[in-house]
């Protein structure tokens, strides 16, 4: 039930007023926040914090699902807040908001990130151009299948939703996570790539997709609507055929 | 108060496949000892195998030999599902899947049963 509305107290605008839980540190803070239309979890943030209590601390840039700054847990869910709306996520009129699982937390609803692309660079996740790049552009077509993979996990924000998402990092905090191994799979399909050896040995360890335990949670959980799964899947074949051309020269 | 664990992938279909397909297959393993000691007893003699057999016939051990059955058909059903995920490239549609896997498992158990084992 949504709780009643003193207009005159919440402000103009507002079609009724929301009961907010806000995870700080060890304890929660409670905040009722004016219920408007169109209004989007950022949104309730923002006007926490501009209104009510200028010390809460959160993270956001672009607001439009670009920047993949703003990732929070919504009632036990992750997701990035900038583009999920109030009446979508809290029916009720409840919200309990805490910072992205798996990940240290700086202050409030801030998390540090560090660890998150720590693990791209272990998976090398960066494009390596090799000693003597072309000159020239490669022309690599639309429809080839390397191609059509790479399109298909190119479009993550980096907004860590994945990360929190994932049980297996909770359980490894050392396992490289959904987005570290999804850009991986994008760069090992990569035609102009010149450390595809390379990245297939660094997603290869213990910590890395073999850890996978097909779980779903990132693919169901990712605001892109990509399939982070499914990239591992990938670098699971591609990791065990190299594997067995590494066993069949050496016999 | 200590901090709350959000537990975000509790209950979903994917989490439910992974720790079905676990549990059946420490089932599964947990049984192998018991299956080469049966087999041990043939070596002994068809005496000794037919008297061991007699030890199954009580409902205790019955009822865990249909578990056996539903285990080993949700393990391997749960199993081709995450072959079929790494190396046919199957783009699942998680839930619809992870229950055909399970409901087969449960078909598979039915027929042991209806088949009077």
Redesign the interface.
């Given at each position: 039930m949504t709780a009643r509305v003193d207009h005159a107290a919440v402000g103009p605008g507002a079609t009724g007023a929301l009961r907010v839980r806000v995870r700080r540190g060890e304890t929660v803070a409670e905040f009722v926040v004016p219920r408007r239309a169109n209004q989007t979890v950022l949104d309730v943030v923002t006007e926490i914090q501009r209104d009510q209590d200028p010390t809460l601390a959160y993270r956001f840039a672009c607001r439009v699902g670009m920047c993949g700054s703003c990732g929070m847990t919504v009632n036990g869910r992750p997701r990035w807040t900038c583009r999920t709306r109030v009446a979508t996520v809290a029916p009720d009129g409840e919200l309990l908001l805490e910072p992205l699982r798996n990940l240290p937390v700086v202050k409030d609803l801030a998390v540090d990130m560090e660890p998150f692309f720590e693990k791209w660079r272990r998976a090398h996740g960066f494009f390596e151009p090799g000693e003597n790049p072309p000159d020239d552009f490669v022309a690599v077509a639309p429809d080839s299948p390397a191609r059509q993979e790479v399109d298909a996990g190119i479009e993550c924000i980096a907004c860590g939703v994945c990360y929190a998402a994932c049980d297996l990092v909770t359980w490894n905090p050392d396992y490289l996570g959904p987005a570290a191994l999804n850009r991986a799979w994008t760069l090992v399909n990569d035609v102009r790539d010149r450390d595809r050896d390379g990245r297939l040995a660094a997603v290869a360890g213990d910590a890395g997709c073999h850890s996978c335990h097909s779980h779903m949670s990132c693919t169901e959980h990712c605001p892109k609507g990509l399939s982070p799964t499914f990239a591992i899947a990938g670098l699971k074949r591609e990791t065990g055929k190299a594997a067995l051309r590494r066993f069949w020269r050496r016999g | 108060?200590?901090?709350?664990m959000?537990?975000?992938?509790l209950r979903?279909?994917?989490?439910a496949?992974?720790l079905i397909h676990r549990l059946s297959g420490i089932a599964l393993a947990l049984f192998l000892p018991m299956h080469f000691i049966a087999l041990g007893t043939a070596l002994q003699g068809a005496d000794r195998f037919e008297s061991f057999l007699g030890l199954t016939q009580n409902g205790f051990v019955r009822t865990g030999e249909w578990g056996l059955v539903c285990a080993l058909a949700v393990h391997m059903a749960l199993g081709l599902r995450?072959l079929a995920?790494?190396?046919l490239?199957y783009?699942e549609p998680?839930a619809r899947v992870v229950s055909g896997c399970l409901a087969t498992a449960f078909a598979v158990g039915l027929l042991f049963l209806l088949s009077g084992a």
């Open positions: - | 108060m200590t901090r709350r959000v537990r975000t992938s979903r279909p994917g989490y496949a992974a995450v995920i790494e190396w490239r783009r998680t």
